[in-house]
C-alpha cells in the first residue's frame, strides 16, 4: 500500500516508462539528474519542470505521450476514474488524497 | 513538380479522398522523401498535413526537406516525432495520434512509419487498428493516409501480410539491379477507385527531391521541320544538302582519332556564333578539355558562351535514369536548337544494352518534340556500324575512317545516310587541322 502521495507519483513514473520502453527509465532518470538535480519526483514537485525537461528530452510528442502514460498509472494506482488528462491535475488529486 | 506528372499519367488524379494509401520499401529507396512531396503538395494546393513520424525527431525532418527546396515551417503542417513503445504503451500512443487527428483536422496524414508504430502488435491487432481505430477517424472525415511501411532487403512480404488487404492503395518503391546501378523503380500494386494503366515507373532521387523518369508518350512526332541548320562545315552542309534537320538525330562514327568531338564543336559553335542555342555534353571529358580544344582551332569560346553551354556528366558515376533526367532538365531549361552528345560510346560502357536502347527511345522522343538537331558520337573499331539499334534511330549517319599511307595519314567522310536528302554518296578527304575539319573535294 503506497500513503505517500509523492511515492505514488514516483512509481507511476517508473511505471510508464517502462511501459513504454525499459530503456527510457534510466535515460530519463539520469537526464533529470543532470539537469534539474533531481529524480522522479520532480514530476510531483515541479510537474511544469518536469514536463519541460522531458519535452527537451524526447520531443514534445513524446514527452505528452509520457504524460499521458503517467496519468494513467496514477488512475490505475490510487483506483480511480476521473477525468485527468494533464500531469498537473494528477497532482492535484493525488494531493487530496 | 515531378508530382503533376504523377497524378496526370501514374495515378489519374491523384490518390481518392479519405483513402488510405500503404507507401513500402526498402531502406534508402525514399519512402519519407516521397511522402514528404505528397505532403508539400498537398500543402500548396491549400491542404493541412499532420505527419507523424516514428523515426526522426522534428528537426533533422525540416533539414532534410529544407535541402530540397521545401519549406514546412507552416500552420498548415504539423510534425508529430514520437518514439516507438512496447506493447503496452501502443493503445495510448494511438489514442494520443487520434487525438491530435481529431484537434488538427489534417486533409492528409501520412505516418513514418507504420511498421514502427504496429511491430509489437499481433495480425489481428494490426488489422483492428487500421480498420477501426485509424481508419474509421480518417474515412469519416475523409482524410488521406498515407502509411509508411519499411521492408526489409530482400523480403518480398510486406509487414504482417495483413497491411495490404485492409488499405485502399499499395505503392511499392523498390531496388533493381541493373549492371553496374541500382535502378529505383515506383510500382502501383494497388489502387482503388483508380484505374492504373501502367503499373511501373522509374525514379531518381536528386537535389529537387524525388523526380519521376517523365516516359515521354510514345507515338509519333507528325510535324518535321523542314528548316535546317549548319553543321559549321561548309563543305559537309554541301554534302549533305544543307546541313541537317531541325529534330534530326545525327550519329557520326568513326574511329579514334577521325576528329568525332572535332566536327562537333564546329556545328556548336558556329550555331552558336549565328544566336542559335547550343548545348555540348560531355561524357568523356571536363568542361575545361573541350573548352581547350576549341581554343586550338581558334573557337573563341567567350564570344559565344551566351549561346553555348558546355557540360560535363561522368556516366560511371549516374544512373541511366538519372543522366536522361539530368539531359531532359538541361533541355528544358536551355531549349537549345543543337544538342550534342558526346559520346554515345561512353554511355554505352556503362549501362546494359537494353537500359541504353530504352534511353535512346526516350531522348529521341524528347529531341523530336522540341525540334532539337542532336549529334551522337560513336567510337568504332572498324568502318561499320554496328548494329544497336542506332542506325534506326539516326537520321544521318555520318561514317569518319582513316588509312595510314606512308608518312601520312589519309582520313575520309562518307554520308551514309542522310533521311530526306539529296545527299553526297562519294567518300571525301578530310584533314583536321589548327581551324579544325577541312573537307577536300
Known amino acids: ?97 | 513538380m515531378s508530382l503533376d506528372y504523377l497524378f496526370k499519367e501514374i495515378i489519374p488524379n491523384g490518390f481518392p479522398r479519405g483513402s488510405m494509401i500503404l507507401l513500402a520499401g526498402e531502406p534508402g529507396t525514399g519512402k519519407t522523401t516521397f511522402a514528404s512531396l505528397i505532403a508539400h503538395d498537398e500543402i500548396r494546393r491549400g491542404g493541412r498535413v499532420l505527419f507523424v513520424s516514428l523515426n526522426e525527431p522534428r528537426e533533422d525532418f525540416y533539414k532534410t526537406v529544407e535541402r530540397f527546396g521545401w519549406d514546412f515551417r507552416t500552420e498548415n503542417f504539423k510534425f508529430i516525432d514520437l518514439f516507438t513503445v512496447d506493447k503496452d504503451a501502443l493503445p495510448t500512443q494511438i489514442k494520443l495520434i487520434v487525438e491530435e487527428v481529431v484537434k488538427y483536422r489534417p486533409s492528409l496524414i501520412i505516418i513514418d512509419s507504420i511498421t514502427a508504430l504496429t511491430y509489437a502488435m499481433d495480425p489481428g491487432t494490426v488489422r483492428s487498428f487500421l480498420h477501426a481505430s485509424l481508419g474509421s477517424v480518417v474515412k469519416s472525415s475523409g482524410i488521406t493516409t498515407i502509411l509508411i511501411a519499411e521492408k526489409p532487403m530482400g523480403r518480398e512480404g510486406l509487414g504482417y501480410g495483413v497491411e495490404e488487404f485492409v488499405v485502399d492503395g499499395v505503392i511499392v518503391l523498390r531496388y533493381i539491379k541493373c549492371g553496374e546501378h541500382y535502378r529505383r523503380v515506383f510500382e502501383v500494386v494497388k489502387m482503388r477507385r483508380r484505374r492504373i494503366t501502367k503499373p511501373q515507373y522509374e525514379y531518381a532521387i536528386t537535389d529537387r527531391g524525388l523526380v519521376f523518369f517523365e516516359v515521354p508518350r510514345l507515338e509519333r512526332v507528325e510535324s518535321v521541320s523542314r528548316e535546317k541548320i549548319t553543321t559549321g562545315i561548309a563543305k559537309l552542309d554541301a554534302l549533305m544538302d544543307g546541313g541537317i534537320y531541325k529534330g534530326s538525330i545525327t550519329v557520326i562514327a568513326g574511329q579514334t582519332g577521325t576528329g568525332k568531338t572535332t566536327f562537333c564543336l564546329h556545328t556548336a559553335y558556329s550555331n552558336a556564333l549565328k544566336g542559335n542555342k547550343a548545348v555540348f555534353v560531355t561524357f568523356e571529358e571536363s568542361v575545361g578539355s573541350i573548352l581547350r580544344m576549341m581554343e586550338c582551332y581558334g573557337m573563341n569560346y567567350d564570344s559565344v558562351k551566351e549561346n553555348l553551354k558546355v557540360v560535363s556528366i561522368v556516366p560511371e558515376s549516374e544512373s541511366p535514369v538519372s543522366i536522361f533526367v539530368k539531359l531532359k532538365d538541361i533541355v528544358e531549361r536551355e531549349r537549345p536548337t543543337v544538342l550534342i552528345l558526346d559520346s554515345y560510346t561512353a554511355l554505352k560502357e556503362n549501362m546494359n544494352s537494353v537500359e541504353l536502347s530504352k534511353m535512346m527511345r526516350y531522348l529521341q522522343l524528347l529531341v523530336k518534340v522540341n525540334q532539337i538537331a542532336t549529334i551522337l558520337t560513336m567510337n568504332v573499331e572498324s568502318d561499320k556500324i554496328p548494329s544497336i539499334g542506332l542506325s534506326t534511330l539516326a537520321d544521318n549517319i555520318v561514317c569518319l575512317t582513316y588509312d595510314l599511307k606512308e608518312d601520312e595519314v589519309c582520313r575520309k567522310i562518307l554520308i551514309l545516310k542522310s533521311r530526306a536528302s539529296n545527299h553526297s554518296r562519294k567518300i571525301h578527304r578530310y584533314d583536321i587541322t589548327s581551324e579544325g575539319v577541312v573537307i577536300r573535294d
Open chain 1, 1 to 97: 500500500m503506497i500513503s505517500n502521495p509523492e511515492e505514488v507519483m514516483i512509481r507511476a513514473v517508473r511505471n510508464a516508462t517502462r511501459r513504454a520502453n525499459p530503456a527510457l527509465e534510466k535515460i530519463l532518470e539520469t537526464h533529470l539528474e543532470i539537469h534539474a538535480n533531481a529524480k522522479f519526483e520532480l514530476a510531483f514537485r515541479d510537474p511544469k519542470k518536469f514536463k519541460e525537461l522531458v519535452n527537451k528530452l524526447f520531443g514534445e510528442y513524446s514527452g505528452r505521450l509520457l504524460e499521458m502514460l503517467i496519468v494513467e498509472e496514477v488512475k490505475k494506482l490510487v483506483g480511480i476514474d476521473e477525468n485527468v488528462d494533464s500531469l498537473e491535475d494528477a497532482v492535484e488529486i493525488l494531493k487530496l488524497l
